[in-house]
């Protein structure tokens, strides 16, 4: 699977868009962008996948640039219980083993 | 909304004991997973169980460690001579042949 970088650390208003970007320049034309987030000490979460199109679901959207390169997960209207590590993955498939890195530590402030 | 459920939430053990811990995916579920988190640390994968066998597992998932899905509605997970370094949360999660895995709470393991 290939690489991610994400920031360690990011804040964002309470109410704001999060907008949490995800480098993965090594990514192959088979592989998906997944992003899972983790609430203090509870079990990860799926929040949304894509492959090169844009995705929007009722938790968040993904931006993947045309390159497939990077991507940035958009919370449109953070609220504090967003408040969670967010991880940036890239795999084959909803078939293969979830390979976390350390994430973005994102914080909302009130 | 149905989901993974993991029992206890807290278990304590001393060092070589064995301990069983128990997981219920969701129903309809055939894919079953293990990862662990020590304390500070990344999420890490242990195995992922299909149709009665493991499928994958990783260097972590030594023979101290076996999975089993006794009946058809609980997954477990068994470390059979516990160690200070088996300390950690444990998360079990599933899903079906298409969509995304769904994770358990997990149980935090604490030996002494």
């Known amino acids: 699977d290939a690489k991610t970088t994400q920031p360690p650390s990011m804040d964002c208003a309470e109410g704001r868009a999060a907008n949490l970007p995800c480098n993965h320049s090594?990514?192959?034309?088979?592989?998906?962008v997944y992003w899972y987030r983790q609430i203090h000490s509870q079990g990860p979460q799926y929040i949304i996948h894509?492959?090169?199109n844009n995705e929007t679901n009722e938790m968040a959207s993904l931006i993947i640039t045309e390159d497939r390169k990077s991507s940035t997960l958009i919370l449109p209207h953070a609220t504090l219980r967003d408040t969670a590590v967010y991880y940036c993955?890239?795999?084959?498939?909803?078939?293969?083993?979830?390979?976390f890195g350390s994430g973005t530590r994102l914080s909302i402030r009130p | 909304e149905p989901e993974v459920t993991q029992t206890p939430s807290h278990q304590v053990t001393q060092m070589g004991q064995e301990v069983i811990l128990r997981c219920v995916p969701i129903?309809?579920?055939?894919?079953f997973y293990w990862y662990r988190q020590i304390l500070g640390q990344k999420v890490e994968f242990l195995v992922s169980?299909?149709?009665?066998?493991?499928?994958?597992k990783s260097e972590i998932f030594d023979d101290q460690f076996s999975v089993e899905r006794p009946d058809g509605s609980n997954f477990t997970l068994k470390i059979r001579s516990t160690k200070l370094e088996d300390s950690a949360m444990y998360f079990c999660?599933?899903?079906?042949?298409?969509?995304?895995?769904?994770f358990g709470p997990g149980t935090r393991l604490t030996v002494t």
């Open positions: 999660a599933s899903r079906t042949g298409s969509n995304e895995q769904y």
């Open positions: 090594t990514i192959s034309g088979n592989e998906y």
């Open positions: 894509g492959l090169k």
């Open positions: 993955i890239v795999r084959a498939s909803s078939a293969s083993k979830i390979i």
């Open positions: 129903s309809n579920h055939l894919y």
């Open positions: 169980f299909y149709n009665n066998e493991i499928s994958e």
